[in-house]
């Protein structure tokens, strides 16, 4: 069983950064993409960013665009998510996901990702 384990999440004040990681527990995973999604207390998990391992193109969310920035290892299966001019709004926990077909769901879609990690706490003060 392949599990995602996220790190770097914690607490920063408004205008702060923060560089998110995820890795797969087994190097042998093979992924078409990875990406980051968001909850908030009493909100749906919404998508924040997203990685396509073939030709490199990223995809973000109009609330992050600018501010965060995806990459990634494909080879070892990690992405990360630098964050940068983080404000309040972008408090919630984070997930990492990682899709391991090459589906037509949009990566902008919860569904289009089959592997999920366990989250991690980002928090805004203001």
């Known amino acids: 069983q392949v599990q995602l384990v996220e790190s770097g999440g914690g607490l920063v004040q408004a205008g702060g950064s923060l560089r998110l990681s995820c890795a797969a527990s087994r190097r042998t995973f093979s992924t078409t993409a990875m990406g980051w999604f968001r909850q908030a207390p009493g909100k749906e998990r919404e998508f924040v960013a997203a990685i396509r391992w073939s030709g490199g193109s990223t995809f973000y969310a109009n609330s992050v665009k600018g501010r965060f920035t995806i990459s990634g290892d494909n080879a070892k299966n990690t992405v990360y998510l630098q964050m940068n001019s983080l404000n309040p709004e972008d408090t919630a926990v984070y997930y990492c996901?990682?899709?391991?077909?090459?589906?037509?769901?949009?990566?902008?879609?919860?569904?289009?990702?089959?592997?999920w990690g366990q989250g991690t706490q980002v928090t805004v003060s203001s």
């Open positions: 996901a990682a899709r391991t077909s090459y589906g037509s769901s949009s990566l902008q879609q919860r569904g289009a990702y089959n592997y």
